[in-house]
């Protein structure tokens, strides 16, 4: 009884982040339009049903998000990059000769919409899942710092490759800082998450 209990729920619970998705993927609330190209906030629900369901629906919600993306490129692209998703407008942007090119230009489309989207809702778990053990681990310290360090490092490039690209006016050293001061910040929050071993808090 408490097993097929647990199956309604993750299905519910699948259904429930799959109309999420779906209903962000055709509204505002899940693009935020850059000119170029759409910056979007569907990965999160996700990454939720990643973490609260495993990674094998965790994927299946990516191909939903995956499916989204192809058919808002194909049937209303809002952006200079919908063709990047939709093997439609693709082959009618990129026109491409003969029948081989035009094969290759679909099939790096279909994967580009679908393959990034699936991975997002599988390795997310796994990394989730492998913090929580590092945590746990005798070796906590020299693994935590060396996972502290990269993610430091990686949210102090993306504030800075952000700032490169929005504000192109702005100088180098500005830009640099406040990467720096992103990643540090991010380093001490790290750190402090691992001295309190709050794993949960630490892989979300």
Do not use: W
Not at 48 to 61: C, H, T
Not at 77 to 83: D, G, I, K, Y
Not at 147 to 173: P, Q, T
């Amino acid at each position: 009884m408490q097993n097929k209990n647990s199956r309604t729920y993750e299905l519910v619970l699948t259904a429930l982040f799959g109309a999420i998705i779906v209903v962000m993927s055709f509204t505002p609330l899940g693009f935020i339009p850059l000119v170029v190209i759409n910056a979007t906030t569907i990965h999160i629900p996700v990454i939720l049903g990643s973490l609260f369901l495993g990674p094998k629906k965790g994927a299946v919600l990516g191909g939903v998000f995956g499916m989204c993306s192809f058919l808002r490129s194909t049937i209303a692209p809002s952006s200079l990059s919908a063709f990047v998703f939709s093997p439609v407008i693709a082959v009618s942007t990129l026109n491409p000769a003969g029948a081989g090119a035009t094969i290759a230009v679909v099939l790096k489309s279909i994967a580009i919409a679908f393959i990034p989207r699936i991975l997002i809702g599988v390795v997310p778990y796994f990394v989730y899942v492998g913090i929580k053990k590092v945590v746990r681990s005798e070796q906590k310290v020299v693994l935590g710092t060396i996972i502290n360090a990269v993610v430091a490092f990686i949210i102090g490039f993306g504030v800075y490759a952000f700032l490169n690209k929005m504000f192109e006016k702005m100088s180098f050293g500005a830009k640099a800082g406040v990467g720096v001061a992103v990643g540090v910040v991010a380093f001490a929050v790290v750190e402090y998450l691992l001295m309190t071993k709050d794993s949960k808090a630490l892989g979300f």
